[in-house]
């Protein structure tokens, strides 16, 4: 159901929007999670190991489609806070030729450089190498059902509507848990990466549907559905630095991960397992992120800045006090969470150590990307991209010139990560009170 975020208190609006995409998004962590603790359990901390070496990789695989989809979200908020139907179409249908058609070319990418990539990039270690490839190979067939997906959901949530994304997420979850149950019996981790697939595949079918037949802004006539490219070059233009921005989160991501490989299985196992539990803490930030910026996005086309400064002010607030709550439960029973990986004693206190280490920087994390929330939603996307590539660059620089102390070690790989949120945040956070974002508006 579309909402408009032009009138009303600006906090319950954006709050309301925000708990239903962090109820989706618990959901999309609890399956990507389902796979590490099915696999950890069922098939062994080599496999788990494999898993989580992949993830950097396929993360980079989606990072173009997150850029365009956001571009296509920005634009998609400010034609709907502008009531301008017309346009907002026109918006939608170009989008599914592009993201969709890039999602069959980044398929092909990946199973063809999986190799060089996992081999060659991540040197891999040789007990892991054959699963860690048969699981990537897999997981690609899936990109093109992810680009999908990411397209109409971006849509949904431009008018408001992160409730029905939710919805399509849980029955997603369900699907992936009980089908990794199965799978992971018959065929270990090549199992894991087919449920992923299929889940993928059922989310990105429904949500189709959803927004075809039932959102009355995306029901089109025949003539209608075709590629227009001056929304192309527009979404281009908001989406490529966003599009830069997750390529360099992948990248250092990759560059990382080639660093974790070097300490051998033990601290690969470890470093997949407190990941996975920090992007759950993440989530919440994220989607109050998010949620801000398609606030933004709505009263940007309405030219009501004032409204997005209290929203600003507001959901900073909110983000800190859930923050506060996810430092509590990381320090006293991070060590329980570790515990359900199925892992050995080594790799569960160096997993223990990677979250009580970072768990009280969250608070700068949640300013970063609060004040990234209303760069991005405003059209003014340059500068969250140099703040997510500096705080990136300085993490991998950092932890690789630290490692070779002989105390330091793995440490360096969460040691480093606080370095590189102070500077992110300090970069957008001065370009916010500028002011210049006000004057970047598509719609006039």
């Given at each position: 159901m579309a909402k408009n975020m032009t009138e009303g208190k600006e906090w319950k609006l954006i709050l309301s929007f925000t708990l239903p995409l962090i109820g989706g998004n618990l959901l999309q962590q609890i399956y990507s999670l389902a796979d590490s603790l099915i696999v950890g359990n069922f098939a062994g901390q080599n496999a788990l190991a494999a898993v989580g070496t992949s993830f950097p990789l396929t993360f980079?695989?989606?990072?173009?489609?997150?850029?365009?989809?956001?571009?296509?979200?920005?634009?998609?908020?400010?034609?709907?806070?502008?009531?301008?139907?017309?346009?907002?179409?026109?918006?939608?249908?170009?989008?599914?030729?592009?993201?969709?058609?890039?999602?069959?070319?980044?398929?092909?990418?990946?199973?063809?450089?999986?190799?060089?990539?996992?081999?060659?990039?991540?040197?891999?270690s040789d007990t892991i190498e054959a699963d860690a490839l048969l699981y990537l190979r897999i997981y690609c067939l899936g990109l093109v059902f992810q680009f999908a997906y990411n397209t109409f959901a971006a849509i949904l949530r431009s008018i408001g509507d992160s409730r029905s994304t939710m919805y399509?997420?849980?029955?997603?979850?369900?699907?992936?848990?009980?089908?990794?149950?199965?799978?992971?019996?018959?065929?270990?981790?090549?199992?894991?990466?087919?449920?992923?697939?299929i889940a993928q595949a059922v989310s990105a079918v429904i949500a189709g549907i959803y927004l075809f037949t039932r959102v009355e802004l995306a029901k089109f006539h025949r003539e209608?559905?075709?590629?227009?490219?001056?929304?192309?070059?527009?979404?281009?233009?908001?989406?490529?630095?966003?599009?830069?921005?997750?390529?360099?989160?992948?990248?250092?991501?990759?560059?990382?991960?080639?660093?974790?490989?070097?300490?051998?299985?033990?601290?690969?196992?470890?470093?997949?397992?407190?990941?996975?539990?920090?992007?759950?803490?993440?989530?919440p930030i994220m989607m109050f992120y998010m949620?801000?910026?398609?606030?933004?996005?709505?009263?940007?086309?309405?030219?009501?800045?004032?409204?997005?400064?209290?929203g600003y002010k507001q959901t900073m607030v909110m983000t800190w006090i859930t923050c506060l709550g996810i430092i509590l439960i990381l320090v006293l029973g991070g060590s329980v969470l570790v515990g359900l990986f199925g892992m050995n004693e080594a790799?569960?206190?160096?997993?223990?150590?990677?979250?009580?280490?970072?768990?009280?920087?969250?608070?700068?994390?949640?300013?970063?990307?609060?004040?990234?929330?209303?760069?991005?939603?405003?059209?003014?996307?340059?500068?969250?991209?140099?703040?997510?590539?500096?705080?990136?660059?300085?993490?991998?620089?950092?932890?690789?010139?630290?490692?070779?102390?002989?105390?330091?070690?793995?440490?360096?790989?969460?040691?480093?990560?606080?370095?590189?949120?102070?500077?992110?945040?300090?970069i957008v956070f001065i370009r916010y009170l500028s002011g210049k974002w006000k004057t970047k508006s598509i719609v006039k």
């Open positions: 980079l695989l989606l990072a173009i489609a997150m850029g365009l989809t956001n571009g296509v979200g920005v634009m998609a908020a400010q034609y709907f806070g502008a009531k301008n139907a017309e346009n907002f179409r026109r918006n939608l249908s170009t989008a599914c030729f592009t993201l969709i058609g890039a999602g069959v070319l980044i398929t092909i990418l990946g199973i063809v450089l999986s190799r060089p990539l996992m081999v060659g990039l991540l040197r891999v399509f997420l849980l029955i997603s979850t369900v699907l992936n848990i009980v089908l990794d149950l199965i799978f992971v019996q018959l065929w270990a981790v090549a199992g894991v990466a087919i449920a992923t697939v209608d559905f075709r590629f227009h490219r001056d929304m192309f070059t527009t979404s281009l233009r908001l989406g490529i630095p966003t599009s830069v921005q997750q390529c360099s989160v992948g990248l250092g991501m990759v560059l990382m991960q080639r660093l974790i490989n070097s300490f051998g299985v033990d601290t690969t196992a470890a470093i997949t397992a407190a990941m996975k539990l920090e992007s759950f803490c993440n989530v949620g801000l910026s398609n606030f933004t996005g709505q009263n940007m086309g309405a030219g009501k800045i004032d409204r997005i400064r209290r790799a569960t206190a160096i997993a223990v150590e990677y979250l009580r280490t970072v768990a009280f920087f969250f608070l700068l994390f949640a300013v970063m990307y609060v004040t990234n929330g209303v760069l991005q939603g405003s059209g003014d996307v340059l500068f969250p991209t140099l703040g997510s590539f500096t705080s990136l660059a300085v993490r991998v620089i950092v932890a690789n010139l630290i490692a070779p102390i002989g105390f330091v070690g793995y440490r360096s790989i969460f040691w480093s990560i606080p370095v590189g949120w102070v500077l992110g945040t300090i």
